[in-house]
């Protein structure tokens, strides 16, 4: 009989394995071809990207108008917020982007991109590693991960810079920590601590990973000893300190206070963006870059009902409490939500498709285990066939979505078509459209698109009367088109309703200086500056004044220079080169008169002829 079994035993190892046996590799070549399968698709699906520019959304104050990423100013990437958040690694990156190709948006897209892929690769060798090498698991949870529609949004937009980096480094932490797990050296732990205060560097999501770690070690089977604690102590340390600065810095403006969404209506918000990120894994509709709040007496049947489905996913995850692989994937997807929930309502928007970019890596392993137990059933065909489909459906969608983030005209075009009766999105697309008819591209379009974002305005605020942003927009329009009265009334009724607006004050300063009242001017412009030192065209508005009427030319060199130190435009070097003429020294005028030419402002050919260019 031992025999028997002997050659029983003999006999069926050397079987070909099953069906899911086959597909973990044995094999660098096998595993290879499945990763760069899922890049290959990954990266054709999001390649449109590389044809977009900038938005109007943010893209504004972390690069196009950002000066500290322009000298670099070293000093205040690492001392001074940027959007309400401390994320000094990403501004270096950005940094680097403005060194290498200035305004150019090529390279800031193709950073984005390429951190993208490497981060479906780690999430290809992260899921490799805790499904025990299943790589049919492996390469489903990347596919999902690298081409989901709700993605879109963290890759795409560069201000989202910070998502990509973060999470770049916080799946190099969950790998290194799941190779300690699996080896036992300390020095794997020193590298997980490493990759973390590198991931808070880059975005404060990041101070989520302690729980995140002992997830891993309940998914490992590790016991919860005392020394399983004290590991996370350190994690623990540097996501309280994160965690306060981040408070601290968004507090000011980013934070939604409880006089606007008192806290009772925070349980609901909370109970709604769960059931909507986990509907919108498996149907990403509608897709949009804004989802505004409700209104605290309106907030609809899904906000009120969304308890139900909260309670219907506890008595699941209760009645799987003994599935290791439903309360891990499960717990991981919610856990990565802890932040943005909103208990704490932050930014304008009740939910963000960026927000699902790690949180999915959950909902995708397990539904990737899920169908992998299928694969040597009589579906086996079909259960092939899913990722195929999905590739399909989900890559068609992704591959048009990076359209949408093209420009602010798109993108806000876009939002309005979703969400017409909202104020913002309207107000943000008129912001963009006025700027546009500013540019010499755009000349022979300049009256459509001032309209247009007249237009814009006028809505936003007939659907919101008290919206500064809207009225801010509706001034400078007005100004633009020469109705200076109109726009001094807009700028009275902003001051009602922020009594220190800097703009406000820019508008008043400016309408003066036509109506050929110096002094009022004058007053304005002061009271601009001292509300908003940073405001580059208000410096040199003040400038234009003390040259042209007032003849202080030492004084108007100054706000030139402070605004070409914010904003080098070829327009503020050429007035500078003017003042220093003006002051004899023909020098500095040719210096500054050259560098304005070289940025495209056009020098009269008289003034050329004065300085004997």
């Known amino acids: 009989m031992k025999k028997k079994?002997?050659?029983?035993?003999?006999?069926?190892?050397?079987?070909?394995?099953?069906?899911?046996?086959?597909?973990?590799?044995?094999?660098?070549?096998?595993?290879?071809?499945?990763?760069?399968?899922?890049?290959?698709?990954t990266g054709l699906c999001l390649i449109p990207m590389l044809n977009n520019g900038f938005t109007n959304w943010d893209d504004d104050v972390y690069v196009t108008s950002n000066s500290i990423i322009k000298v670099p100013d070293w000093q205040a990437i690492f001392t001074r917020p940027s959007a309400y958040n401390y994320h000094p690694l990403t501004?270096?990156?950005?940094?680097?982007?403005?060194?290498?190709?200035?305004?150019?948006p090529f390279s800031y897209h193709f950073v984005n991109w390429l951190l993208h892929i490497l981060n479906t690769s780690l999430v290809f060798l992260f899921i490799y590693k805790i499904s025990e090498r299943n790589i049919f698991v492996a390469a489903f949870t990347s596919l999902i991960f690298g081409i989901h529609p709700m993605h879109v949004e963290s890759v795409?937009?560069?201000?989202?810079?910070?998502?990509?980096?973060?999470?770049?480094?916080?799946?190099?932490?969950?790998?290194?920590?799941?190779?300690?797990?699996?080896?036992?050296?300390?020095?794997?732990?020193?590298?997980?601590?490493?990759?973390?205060?590198?991931?808070?560097?880059?975005?404060?999501?990041?101070?989520?990973?302690?729980?995140?770690?002992?997830?891993?070690?309940?998914?490992?089977g590790r016991s919860f000893t005392w020394k399983v604690w004290t590991e996370k102590i350190p994690f623990l340390i540097f996501s309280l300190l994160f965690g306060f600065i981040?408070?601290?810095?968004?507090?000011?403006?980013?934070?939604?206070?409880?006089?606007?969404?008192?806290?009772?209506?925070?349980?609901?918000?909370?109970?709604?963006?769960?059931?909507?990120?986990?509907?919108?894994?498996?149907?990403?509709?509608?897709?949009?870059?804004?989802?505004?709040?409700?209104?605290?007496?309106?907030?609809?049947?899904?906000?009120?009902?969304?308890?139900?489905?909260?309670?219907?996913l506890m008595i699941f995850l209760w009645l799987k409490r003994k599935n290791k692989l439903v309360v891990f994937s499960l717990l991981f997807f919610i856990v990565n939500l802890l932040l943005v929930m909103q208990f704490v309502s932050i930014g304008l928007t009740i939910v963000s498709e960026r927000y699902t970019y790690v949180p999915y890596i959950g909902l995708s392993f397990l539904a990737g285990m899920w169908l992998s137990k299928y694969l040597d059933s009589k579906s086996a065909t079909f259960i092939k066939a899913i990722p195929f489909i999905i590739a399909i459906i989900f890559g068609i969608i992704s591959f048009q979505r990076t359209t949408v983030w093209k420009d602010g005209d798109t993108l806000w075009a876009d939002v309005v078509k979703h969400y017409p009766d909202a104020a913002t999105p309207r107000s943000n697309h008129a912001?963009?459209?006025r700027k546009m008819a500013a540019l010499p591209a755009y000349v022979s379009r300049r009256d459509e698109l001032l309209n247009k974002a007249l237009e814009e305005s006028s809505m936003a605020i007939k659907l919101k009367p008290t919206h500064v942003k809207a009225y801010v927009n509706r001034q400078n329009i007005y100004l633009v088109l020469g109705k200076d009265s109109l726009a001094m009334a807009d700028a009275e009724t902003?001051?009602?309703?922020?009594?220190?607006?800097?703009?406000?004050?820019?508008t008043k300063g400016f309408a003066y200086m036509r109506f050929d009242r110096q002094?009022?001017?004058?007053?304005?412009?002061?009271?601009?500056?001292?509300a908003d030192s940073n405001a580059d065209f208000v410096l040199n508005s003040r400038g234009t004044l003390l040259y042209n009427k007032f003849q202080r030319y030492n004084e108007a060199i100054a706000d030139f220079t402070r605004a070409i130190e914010l904003n080098p435009k070829g327009e503020y070097f050429f007035n500078r080169s003017n003042c220093y003429f003006r002051m004899g020294d023909v020098v500095k005028a040719k210096s500054d008169a050259l560098i304005a030419a070289q940025k495209g402002f056009i020098i009269p050919e008289a003034y050329k002829s004065s300085l004997q260019l």
């Open 246 to 312: 981040t408070i601290k810095v968004q507090s000011a403006e980013a934070i939604v206070g409880f006089d606007t969404y008192p806290l009772w209506t925070r349980f609901f918000f909370a109970c709604y963006t769960v059931m909507i990120y986990t509907l919108r894994f498996i149907v990403p509709y509608p897709l949009s870059a804004f989802h505004p709040y409700p209104s605290v007496n309106a907030l609809g049947l899904p906000v009120l009902l969304s308890p139900i489905f909260i309670i219907g």
């Open 519 to 530: 002094d009022s001017s004058l007053f304005w412009f002061n009271k601009s500056i001292e």
């Open 156 to 220: 795409a937009w560069v201000s989202e810079r910070k998502d990509v980096l973060y999470t770049c480094f916080f799946l190099l932490a969950l790998l290194q920590y799941w190779n300690f797990l699996e080896s036992a050296k300390r020095s794997k732990l020193l590298y997980c601590f490493t990759f973390f205060i590198l991931s808070l560097l880059s975005k404060p999501a990041a101070i989520i990973l302690p729980f995140v770690l002992l997830l891993l070690d309940y998914w490992h």
């Open 431 to 433: 912001d963009y459209l």
């Open 91 to 104: 501004m270096l990156t950005l940094a680097f982007n403005y060194a290498i190709s200035g305004m150019d």
């Open 5 to 41: 079994a002997k050659i029983k035993a003999k006999n069926k190892a050397n079987q070909p394995p099953t069906k899911i046996e086959s597909l973990k590799p044995a094999k660098d070549r096998s595993f290879l071809l499945w990763l760069f399968g899922v890049l290959a698709i």
């Open 494 to 506: 902003l001051l009602k309703l922020d009594p220190s607006n800097s703009q406000a004050f820019y």
